[in-house]
């Protein structure tokens, strides 16, 4: 198998490791590495997927990977690259999150390998059954204040005008205990996680070296940032996330779709599998044609159908489509709405628009001025409902021209939409 570690740096998603013997590790026998995951939402979005890929490449690799989803520590907020204490969670909303993320990771990460299947665990396992006193006499002890108040996550909340709490303060003895125990109890020597994420790592190694004389490492991949610098996530208000219920297939497809040049080829690398000669052919055709946009067409394929499956892509793909005048077959009116979100839309009775002239509704709705207006449309072949061309003047939109009973697409030439929600 290859050693993880080119491979990581091979697609640009090795920022740093604590110990260069890592890689000669790697290379020679079998090692358990996990990453953490906050349950603070029913799912996880983009900016989690990039971990989630190290995970993947290290299983590939003939590694044992397991996926630590925070229940005790999503309760007290990682401050790690946070301007502002994050609201705790409750225990409830937290295991009602952890069935989500469950959900996301089985995407990806191959719980039925016949040598190294992956593995998932809840420090909220641990943490409800360890009393405070003994944790502080166990593992407080063993932290310095000075290297504490000294790491750039703590420096940075401390020197901004809110401040940080001994909650989020105590949070890294938390992460560190983490590694610990799964160093105990699964083995795992490395732990991998985004590059805001190196303070929490580093406590986590030492205290490893320090309770048990062992030398364990710690990965950091590089965060993906959007193009204002910020990297993807709920705090930032852009997260795009991996379940439909929370963004759409459409929009997710849509999202890596609109990637711009200048990031298609990077993302390429950290979201998909694609080989490196692939990559390399896609990074050719940007620089010589990228007006076809088949960079930004194959990365969003990728990462659609492994998010959501190729049924998934395949409507995303249609829905597209649609913009595009193709017909609307086969897609309900959910997924039309997605689709026509940003378009101007009204509201009108059943009884208002079936069985009324196509004239009528479309000035009623305002695709149009007037009735005239309308009669020259249809008379030019400008005129569609739900993207088929209306062909007579007298034409009478019918109740099955309602799609599931309560939505009517209008079309004006190409480009020009209105939507009829109909109650």
Not at 23 to 50: C, H, I, M, W
Not at 228 to 254: E, M, P, R, W
Not at 346 to 370: F, I, M, N, Q, Y
């Amino acid at each position: 198998m290859d050693n993880v570690i080119e491979v990581l740096r091979g697609r640009g998603l090795l920022e740093a490791s604590t110990s260069p013997s890592l890689e000669e590790e790697a290379g020679k026998r079998q090692l358990t590495v996990y990453a953490g995951f906050d349950p603070t939402a029913e799912s996880l979005q983009v900016g989690n997927l990039v971990a989630i890929m190290g995970l993947m490449h290290f299983q590939r690799c003939g590694h044992k990977v397991v996926a630590l989803v925070g229940g005790a520590t999503g309760m007290i907020g990682d401050p790690s690259g946070k301007t502002a204490e994050r609201p705790l969670l409750d225990e409830e909303t937290v295991l009602s999150n952890l069935a989500g993320i469950r959900e996301n990771l089985a995407r990806f990460l191959d719980f039925d390998h016949p040598t190294a299947p992956a593995v998932i665990v809840n420090n909220y396992d641990w943490f409800r059954q360890y009393p405070f006193i003994d944790f502080l006499r166990d593992v407080g002890r063993h932290f310095r204040m000075g290297a504490m108040l000294g790491k750039d996550s703590v420096r940075t909340r401390l020197d901004s005008e809110s401040g940080m709490s001994f909650t989020e303060f105590s949070y890294q003895l938390l992460q560190a205990y983490d590694f610990l125990h799964l160093y105990d109890t699964l083995g795992c020597v490395v732990q991998l996680g985004g590059g805001d994420q190196w303070g929490n790592i580093t406590a986590g190694t030492d205290l490893v070296r320090k309770l048990r004389g062992q030398e364990v490492y710690g990965v950091t991949i590089p965060l993906v940032c959007d193009r204002n610098g910020q990297k993807f996530g709920k705090s930032a208000g852009n997260a795009i996330y991996l379940s439909a219920a929370k963004t759409s297939v459409y929009d997710f497809y849509q999202f890596f779709l609109r990637v711009d040049d200048a990031d298609v080829i990077r993302l390429m690398q950290v979201f998909t599998l694609l080989s490196a000669d692939e990559i390399a052919s896609y990074a050719q055709e940007v620089e010589m044609a990228p007006e076809r946009r088949a960079a930004q067409k194959r990365l969003a394929e990728e990462i659609t159908r492994r998010v959501h499956g190729d049924d998934g892509f395949v409507r995303a793909q249609r829905s597209a489509a649609v913009l595009f005048g193709e017909a609307m077959d086969g897609l309900d009116a959910d997924a039309l709405l997605e689709v026509f979100a940003q378009v101007p839309s009204c509201t009108r009775s059943h009884d208002a628009v079936a069985g009324k002239p196509v004239v009528e509704v479309a000035a009623e709705a305002g695709l149009c001025k007037s009735r005239s207006e309308a009669r020259r449309l249809i008379q030019s072949g400008g005129c569609y409902v739900n993207n088929q061309r209306v062909q007579d003047v007298e034409a009478v939109l019918t109740p099955g021209s309602i799609i599931d009973g309560r939505l009517v697409v209008l079309r004006s030439g190409r480009k020009r939409y209105q939507l009829i929600r109909v109650e």
